[in-house]
């Protein structure tokens, strides 16, 4: 076993006195100021700290790429949801929040220089290679990225974005940003994801209806308090407003309208809602009176109310079917009253709802012979809703006679915060460098899983003449033959080159007419 050397100074000390270091003392009074300086020097795995002492003697450039990985399985063992392509989201932010600009200042260095003093005992940190960049670049980063254009649906398997060094002084910094840039997996992962459960929407609406009407908002976003922090809010809920427009996680509108932008005011959008508080607040014996007062309290726009307080069904037959009957069907199509159970097993409860709500509110047929409930009624389903359970419940409906025009969807923990890396198998990987002035292409290819092996080479994107994309390698994309690179230059020397609205990102990710007829 190694020893573990005794700190060179009481912990959160400097290691030259007994007292805080000057950079403490001041990290110490922005906080109390509630300021916070993002310091790109500590943006990155420990072990990346070395790595500059690690690369071949004279090496000049690192070149990278970020892919989500095709996954080989056994078929027997596959998930329901095999995820075959993904949505391109989220560098933009990365880059406008964290990298652009002067991100490396002295300040920044001493800082970094006393970190890792401590956390490393010794004095391991590439000091010279960041001042250098201070003071050759103006403390800008020597690399350029390129990308595909934002809300790309790409195919596994192919490369999304590279990064490269641009200063032969700097090849080591290339791979220092991966860890910022890999955490890019959230926000492509949460779009995907949201993207898969619009494709089943869209399939079972339009089969049950004979149109996609409304099928934007028919995924609401309740997963807010559900995440880790205020940040994976915003990143997660923009994600999923790639997709769609109903959310309440209203951080995400704010990241949406700061890093990309929206023709329209806001770009997500909710409908007054009942909580379990202000229906218990009046007293089980009054719920009939809380549902009347809430109702009366909205009159021209929907209003969703949560209704399983005690007893789902005595609430849908009683008190709406009959107590309040009036009330509700005073009410227009554009003012619904929304019927929200929260608790039971989703699919039974959801065709409960709908029998119980249907011999009370006699539903029509529609062209394609299934049941709607009149336009001043509905239900949302947001409890247990994920990506399998969204397909059973409209599979349930489908064989039921059930339109899903009758119903939306709030998922919460499932929608932003039930997701790892490893789910799309997000990885990036060197595949080129230059030493001694040759360039090499290099790549990994592990004997225990196939499914690890890495790409070589400079990469390029294309779209074939059948529509398919492929990634080529070792420079072949170079070659007039294969026609335009689909990476564009987004991030080069410090500066944000190509932007895309939000507009743009939802176009790019919208469901193609090629995929509606796949799903018909």
């Known amino acids: 076993m190694t020893p573990v050397r005794p700190p060179l100074a009481p912990p959160g000390l400097s290691s030259s006195s007994f007292g805080p270091s000057h ?3 001041q990290r110490s009074r922005k906080m109390e100021r509630g300021e916070t300086d993002f310091n790109i020097m500590l943006a990155t795995d420990s072990y990346k700290v070395t790595h500059y002492k690690q690369y071949p003697p004279n090496t000049s450039k690192v070149y990278s790429y970020f892919e989500c990985r095709e996954k080989r399985t056994d078929p027997s063992k596959s998930r329901k949801v095999k995820y075959e392509k993904t949505v391109f989201y989220g560098l933009q932010y990365i880059l406008h929040k964290y990298l652009k600009g002067k991100v490396v200042t002295p300040q920044k260095i001493q800082e970094a220089k006393e970190v890792y003093r401590e956390h490393f005992q010794d004095d391991v940190f590439n000091e010279k290679g960041w001042t250098y960049i201070l003071e050759k670049h103006n403390g800008q980063l020597p690399i350029e990225i390129k990308a595909v254009p934002e809300g790309s649906v790409i195919p596994r398997g192919n490369v999304l974005f590279t990064v490269e060094s641009t ?14 840039l890999v955490q ?3 926000p492509i992962t949460v779009a995907t994801n949201s993207r898969e459960q619009k494709k089943i929407l869209a399939k079972y609406l339009y089969e049950t209806s004979g149109n996609l009407d409304g099928l934007e908002y028919k995924l609401h976003d309740f997963g807010y308090r559900g995440v880790s922090s205020q940040e994976t809010a915003g990143i997660g809920a923009s994600a999923h407003l790639v997709n769609f427009k109903g959310t309440d996680t209203v951080a995400g509108i704010s990241v949406i309208k700061k890093y990309y932008g929206t023709k329209d005011p806001v770009p997500g959008f909710s409908v007054p809602a009942a909580e379990h508080s202000t229906i218990t607040a009046w007293g089980k014996d009054h719920e009939k009176d809380a549902f009347e007062h809430i109702i009366k309290q909205f009159p021209s726009v929907p209003v969703s109310i949560v209704s399983d307080s005690y007893d789902i069904y005595n609430a849908c037959e009683k008190i709406w079917g009959e107590d309040l009957r009036g009330l509700i069907e005073s009410r227009s199509a554009d003012a619904p009253l929304v019927v929200r159970p929260d608790s039971g097993n989703p699919l039974d409860t959801v065709l409960k709802v709908l029998e119980i709500l249907g011999k009370k509110f006699i539903p029509e047929e ?6 709607v409930l009149p336009p001043y009624i509905r239900v949302i389903q947001g409890d247990g809703v994920d990506i399998n359970t969204l397909q059973e419940i409209v599979e349930g409906m489908k064989e039921h006679r059930w339109s899903i025009e009758n119903i939306a969807f709030g998922s919460g923990g ?6 790892t890396r490893d789910l799309l198998n997000c990885s990036f990987k060197c595949s080129y460098v230059v030493t001694n002035g040759l360039g090499v292409n290099v790549f990994k290819d592990p004997v225990a899983d196939p499914n690890k092996r890495s790409k070589k080479g400079r990469l390029s994107l294309h779209r074939t003449q059948s529509g398919d994309f492929v990634t080529l390698e070792e420079g072949k994309g170079e070659l007039e033959e294969y026609g335009v690179d689909l990476l564009h230059t987004v991030f080069q020397n410090g500066k944000i080159v190509k932007t895309y609205t939000f507009d743009e990102v939802r176009d790019n990710a919208k469901l193609k007419e090629s995929e509606l007829e796949e799903l018909h």
Do not use: F, R
């Open 167 to 180: 200063d032969p002084e700097c090849y080591w910094l290339t791979n220092w940003v991966e860890t910022i």
């Open 414 to 419: 499932a929608l932003l915060q039930k997701l």
């Open 366 to 371: 529609n062209s394609k012979g299934y049941k």
């Open 23 to 25: 950079s403490q003392l």
């Open 184 to 186: 890019i997996w959230y």
